[in-house]
């Protein structure tokens, strides 16, 4: 089993729609956790981190983190076709940072 | 003024050579990295310095020598380059081995081994 786990996708929104990606993990003392964005070709970006429970908003995009079940999500609101890109789920263990195989969303203009 | 920066950007070579790549950070973070990014975008960790001193070695060949002169530097040597190891490399930093802020990247660096 893998630290970290993302449905590879490809995920299809239209334009203005929300994107869902979704990310389960395995270490419950796992820490925190992070969303990175890679365009094709590209190295990864990081576009947000979330350590608490809850939901953490930054403009279009909320983290969700829920530690009991072990699951971190992103929404993407209004989606731009620009969003189109691979998302990379990350969890830091405080021993060892795991990344996901990461999502890749297209957004249809 | 690139945050991390590796050299080369692409890196095209035979069976059996050896290659090195360099990476520098000018972020002042203590802690650095060696990721290898397979063709299925799968990110997995190879080596991490945090002060020079080396932290993390995962099962990695060791015709994979990281070297880190200084915190801002860090180089990934290979010998005898096989097929298998034709991979994006990633060199990444974070402020400290806590990484609770998350990692900087540079660009990647492509090998291709032929």
């Known amino acids: 089993q893998k630290e970290v786990e993302q449905n590879s996708g490809p995920l299809s929104v239209p334009e203005g729609a929300i994107a869902s990606l979704n990310c389960t993990y395995s270490?419950?003392?796992?820490?925190?956790f992070f969303w990175y964005r890679q365009y094709s070709g590209k190295s990864p970006e990081l576009i947000m981190f979330?350590?608490?429970?809850g939901d953490k908003e930054d403009g279009r995009f909320t983290a969700q983190l829920n530690k009991a079940s072990q699951y971190v999500s992103l929404l993407i609101r209004d989606s731009q076709p620009s969003d189109s890109a691979t998302y990379l789920c990350?969890?830091?263990?405080?021993?060892?940072?795991?990344f996901g195989t990461g999502t890749s969303l297209t957004v249809i203009p | 003024d690139t945050a991390v920066s590796q050299t080369p950007k692409y890196l095209v070579t035979q069976m059996g050579n050896d290659k090195s790549i360099k990476c520098e950070q000018n972020?002042?973070?203590?802690?650095m990295y060696w990721y290898k990014q397979d063709s299925k975008k799968f990110l997995k960790i190879m080596f991490s310095y945090n002060n020079k001193e080396l932290i993390i070695n995962e099962t990695v060949p060791n015709r994979f020598s990281p070297k880190s002169p200084d915190k801002a530097h860090l180089n990934l040597h290979i010998n005898s380059l096989e097929l298998g190891d034709s991979a994006v490399y990633f060199c990444a930093s974070s402020l400290d081995r806590d990484s609770l802020h998350g990692y900087t990247f540079g660009s990647g660096t492509r090998l291709t081994v032929v």
């Open positions: 990350a969890a830091d263990t405080g021993n060892q940072f795991y």
């Open positions: 270490d419950r003392g796992s820490q925190s």
């Open positions: 972020l002042g973070h203590d802690t």
């Open positions: 979330i350590y608490s429970n």
